[in-house]
């Protein structure tokens, strides 16, 4: 199973673009790459899912180079409210539920 | 996405009593799995509740400890068993719905 690698804490300021990169060296050919928020006491939630090149929905965007060994999940614009921890996982996209939980990027939006 | 619900949203609970958690799904999912997040930390995966059959634990989870059903393919329970204060943390149902997994709002649990 490939681990990730993402920063543990990041800082912003409301209206910045936020870029956060994870790295997965391991990832195996039918892995696909998620990204979840989790505010504190709740469930993680969905954000993203890519398996190569750009990714966009309404909430980010995510950046896969051609390698997949590393991801970036793009905020545009962030507010107060994405103060949150981001995770990024790898994992079979057929059978979700291997995916491992590393310690996730504490986002930190400062007004 | 799929609308996920638990119950209880929290207890507190005595020691080597049991307590069990129910996760309710609005549709019909084939895949529903359990975490656990502790104090502080990140989520990790008790077992996969298999529909029909006995669920598939991960290391260091067995079944005595928390046994899980899974009677169709909208409901599941975790039951923690003969707990203690390390037991204490946030538990956690999720679902596959094909297009990423989705996850209920967590029972937190406090074992006294």
């Known amino acids: 199973l490939a681990k990730t690698t993402q920063p543990i804490s990041m800082d912003s300021y409301e209206g910045q673009e936020v870029n956060i990169t994870c790295s997965h060296n391991?990832?195996?050919?039918?892995?696909?790459i998620t990204w979840y928020q989790q505010f504190p006491s709740q469930g993680p939630r969905f954000i993203i899912q890519?398996?190569?090149t750009k990714v966009t929905n309404e909430v980010a965007s995510l950046f896969i180079p051609a390698d997949r060994k590393s991801s970036t999940l793009s905020l545009p614009r962030v507010s107060l409210s994405d103060t949150a921890v981001y995770y990024c996982l790898v994992g079979d996209g057929g059978s979700q539920g291997n995916l491992i939980f590393g310690k996730g990027t504490k986002l930190s939006v400062k007004p | 996405s799929a609308v996920i619900s638990q119950k209880p949203s929290r207890d507190i609970c005595q020691r080597g009593t049991s307590l069990t958690i129910q996760c309710q799904v609005d549709?019909?999912?084939?895949?529903m799995f359990w975490y656990r997040q502790q104090p502080g930390q990140s989520l990790t995966l008790i077992a996969t509740a298999n529909q029909g059959s006995e669920a598939t634990y991960e290391s260091g989870f067995v079944i005595d400890k928390f046994p899980i059903s899974r009677p169709n393919l909208t409901f599941s329970t975790l039951t923690v068993s003969n707990m203690s204060p390390e037991d204490s943390s946030i538990y956690l149902c999720?679902?596959?719905?094909?297009?990423?997994?989705?996850f209920g709002p967590g029972t937190r649990l406090t074992v006294l």
């Open positions: 549709s019909q999912v084939t895949m």
């Open positions: 999720s679902v596959d719905s094909g297009q990423g997994e989705f």
């Open positions: 890519g398996y190569k």
């Open positions: 391991n990832i195996a050919t039918n892995d696909y």
